[in-house]
């Protein structure tokens, strides 16, 4: 029995399984007896105590006067929002930089080149004070505002921008925008199976307004009923949506910094290709364009997909460092909740959960987009 490989690979299991619960046991002990010397019980009811702190900014309605959970959610919603809108905007900018760096224009090339090699070795927390004082911060002030195609504002207090009348209104159009975004991807690649299929390229111009107009569909949904942000005579802003200056700081920081990681996983997920498939693209009198589209990325996704899954999971630990100029996110509501309560590993275990969770959902939609591009075997 000791000469066979199986024991030894389930006894390590075991020892190790011993070990881990052993030490478990340990710490969750000492815990027990520290917090018994201090006079506490181990527990969340604290979370229904009135949290008797404002927040300064809020996606739901909150008083200083609700309970502790709801402060809790109010930071978890900044910090979703945050997320959601890193994610999307990271895609666009780190594919753009990722494709650009095989431009042949020398503008292009070096431009992406220079942002991917400045932005990765520059450190996060760094670029957010930069954002958020040299950038933002240097914004005139309200009287003296900047004014964009007359449908946006910037001033040092933030950005101004046309936005649906009510929140309702807001989350129909996201989830429309959203639907009618994934829709134009399935058409398209439906468009893309029968060109393959059949070798004919006809009706393009019908495919185009297809996706085109699924795509209006959301946008306008999202337009039924806008607010856009006029001037004040003086100084100032109404109507639209403001974006505060520590919110869009933040954002364009975790934004330019993830994407540049991005920009290197796309970049390599694209000379992954083989180069036989560049010229037989190039052979059948393909425009670089469409060699790009129809032939290389749709290869490259699979090896740009995994890692990717584990830059938008940064992206949303990093978010934790808006901290650092005032937003105030999930870390930053936990960290005031706990230094009123005097209760840190409750807070803390919460705050485990709430990212632990987050991230393991980003996983489950990047797991599932990995499987529908790889290859399948018959």
């Not at 399984?17 to 181990?42: C, D, E, K």
């Not at 080149?113 to 400045?118: E, F, I, Q, W």
Request: glycine share 8%.
């Amino acid at each position: 029995m000791l000469r066979d490989e199986r024991f030894w690979k389930i006894a390590f299991q075991v020892i190790t399984l011993a070990v881990v619960v052993a030490l478990a046991s340990f710490f969750i002990g000492n815990l027990t007896r520290n917090m018994a010397q201090q006079g506490r019980v181990f527990g969340f009811s604290f979370l229904l105590n009135q949290a008797g702190f404002s927040i300064g900014e809020s996606l739901i309605q909150y008083r200083p006067n609700d309970p502790y959970w709801k402060a809790l959610t109010v930071g978890l919603s900044n910090t979703i929002s945050l997320v959601a809108a890193g994610i999307v905007l990271t895609t666009l900018l780190g594919v753009a930089a990722g494709v650009t760096s095989f431009s042949k224009n020398w503008l292009l090339f070096k431009l992406s080149r220079s942002y991917v090699g400045l932005v990765r070795n520059i450190p996060l927390l760094l670029q957010l004070f930069f954002w958020y004082f040299a950038i933002y911060g240097m914004l005139p002030n309200p009287a003296n505002q900047l004014e964009l195609l007359g449908i946006a504002f910037l001033n040092n207090r933030g950005v101004y921008i046309p936005w649906a009348s009510s929140a309702g209104l807001a989350l129909l159009g996201i989830a429309a925008t959203v639907l009618a975004a994934i829709a134009a991807i399935y058409l398209w690649q439906w468009r893309i199976k029968v060109r393959v299929e059949t070798g004919t390229g006809g009706q393009q111009q019908l495919v185009a307004l297809g996706l085109l107009g699924v795509m209006l569909i959301g946008l306008l949904t999202l337009g039924i009923d806008w607010t856009i942000p006029t001037g004040i005579d003086g100084g100032g802003v109404s109507g639209g949506l403001r974006l505060s200056r520590e919110y869009v700081a933040a954002l364009s920081a975790l934004v330019f910094y993830t994407a540049a990681f991005v920009a290197e996983i796309v970049r390599a997920g694209i000379q992954s290709v083989s180069k036989g498939q560049w010229e037989a693209a190039h052979a059948l009198g393909l425009k670089a364009s469409a060699v790009m589209q129809l032939v290389v990325f749709p290869q490259a996704l699979r090896v740009i997909i995994p890692p990717m899954n584990s830059e938008y999971m940064n992206l949303t630990k990093n978010t934790s460092l808006a901290f650092a100029i005032a937003f105030p996110e999930m870390y930053s509501v936990a960290t005031t909740t706990y230094n009123q309560t005097g209760r840190p590993v409750e807070v803390f275990l919460v705050l485990i959960a709430t990212y632990l969770l987050i991230c393991l959902l980003i996983t489950l939609v990047m797991n599932q987009l990995n499987r529908a591009v790889q290859f399948k075997e018959r």
